[in-house]
Nanobody
Framework: QVQLVESGGGLVQSGGSLRLSCAAS????????MGWYRQAPGKQRELVAI???????NYADSVKGRFTISRDNAKNTVYLQMNSLKPEDTAVYYC????????WGKGTPVTVSS
């Protein structure tokens, strides 16, 4: 059974940084893409960043220039380096792994105080 374990969330002041990690286990094969989504209170889940097996990336306009997604294929792990955090980045961040089917982590909360 596929398991995604996220870590790195927490409370940070505006302008600060956090690094999220998500390790996939359970015999995942042929990963097509790994990414991060977020859901703020009262809002829909939205894409933050995605990285494909070929290495291409996409970012939400709101995080371009501040967030960087990367992956370690050997460890089936995806990272999200978040710099210059803003209060509007406050949300629960979910890891996503696409490998035949879409798998989701349980989410890690990020709170940015002003």
């Amino acid at each position: 059974q596929v398991q995604l374990v996220e870590s790195g969330g927490g409370l940070v002041q505006s302008g600060g940084s956090l690094r999220l990690s998500c390790a996939a286990s359970g015999g995942i094969l042929n990963i097509v893409a790994m990414g991060w989504y977020r859901q703020a209170p009262g809002k829909q889940r939205e894409l933050v960043a995605i990285i494909r097996s070929v290495g291409s990336t996409n970012y939400a306009d709101s995080v371009k220039g501040r967030f960087t997604i990367s992956r370690d294929n050997a460890k089936n792990t995806v990272y999200l380096q978040m710099n210059s955090l803003k209060p509007e980045d406050t949300a629960v961040y979910y890891c996503m792994v696409a490998a035949g089917e879409t798998n989701w982590g349980k989410g890690t909360p990020v709170t940015v105080s002003s």
